[in-house]
């Protein structure tokens, strides 16, 4: 008798994205994605406003990728959802939905860390074949908005933080710094686009001295918030004038930092199997510099640039592998804000 396939819906709702997606035994069928226009006018994120949009938008989203892989909701095996980190309000919205949808096709929930879909999203098959996968165990540098950590994976769900920022992350260093320059929002992508028109060289910016493994953003956000200040008091043109290689400059300088820390953790763990996860792994410069590290025997994995950023794919993948483990969750289950990996 030929067994039934494994079909998970995945839910993703942990910021101002509303995602859904299908995975077919592990290859991905479908995967939509709503994005809020709504928070440009503010400058970031509006948490409340984020969670009414997603209300808004996760029936036809859903409903768009069921079309899309040309699912019956009958056909569901379990629905995995977002449980954290992340808004609450925005997770509260993807979470009740799910168990709401869950409870009506009387199938299971899973519930998935944003972080381990993130760093997961590595073994999404596309439709017609399979993937780059990394081999077990690798390290992970997992680099968004909020945060940036190593990470050591030694299987789907056995992973340990062996650095991370102590304050700010380098996705917000990114966003913060356009905003010095007066980039609109979001500005991480468009610091990426002038900074490739640019010369990297051209202006230095301090590196931070942090303990072991650790990262922090603070004080080299404060040094370019100087440094654009007394370029201004000289010249108020300045800014405009030197966009791109501001922008040029200012990327190299993060990363930098990133891969300074990620080359002395493969030292240390002796590991040389290397893969990036998280918004910023979209960056240019980023994946430029970690396809160059090839040249060092280094086994890299870079993700494509759709499930790079937040997407229902990579919670669809983690919940897969959940279901096949039978790690279900329940409907008396919370959202967890601060969640760690």
Known sequence: MQQSPTIILGIES?????????????????????????????????????????????????????????????????????????????????????????????????EVNHMHGHILAHFIEESEGGGNKPSFPFLCLTVSGGHTQIVKVSDYFKMEIIGETIDDAAGEAFDKVAKMLSLPYPGGPLLDKYAQLGNPARFEFPHPRVKDLNYSFSGFKTSVLYF????????????????????????????????????????????????????????????????????????????KFEYCTDNAGMIAITGYHHYLQQNFGTQQSVPNARMKV
Do not use: W
């Open 14 to 110: 942990s910021c101002d994205d509303t995602a859904a997606a299908i995975i077919k035994d592990g290859k991905i069928l479908a995967n939509i994605i709503a994005n809020q226009d709504v928070h440009k006018a503010y400058g970031g994120v509006v948490p409340e406003l984020a969670s009414r949009a997603h209300q808004q938008n996760i029936v036809p989203v859903v409903d768009a990728a069921l079309k899309k892989a040309n699912i019956d909701k009958k056909d569901i095996s379990a629905i995995a959802y977002t449980n954290g980190p992340g808004l609450l309000g925005s997770l509260l919205v993807g979470s009740s939905f799910a168990k709401a949808f869950a409870m009506g096709l009387n199938i299971p929930t899973i």
């Open 228 to 303: 654009l200040k007394k370029g201004l008091a000289e010249n108020e043109n300045f800014i405009t004038e030197n966009l791109n290689d501001i922008c040029a400059s200012v990327q190299k300088t993060i990363v930098d930092i990133l891969m300074i820390n990620l080359k002395k953790a493969a030292k240390q763990t002796g590991i040389n199997a290397i893969a990036i996860a998280g918004g910023v792994s979209a960056n240019s410069e980023l994946r430029k510099r970690f396809q160059d590290l090839t040249a060092e025997n280094f086994k890299v994995y870079i993700p």
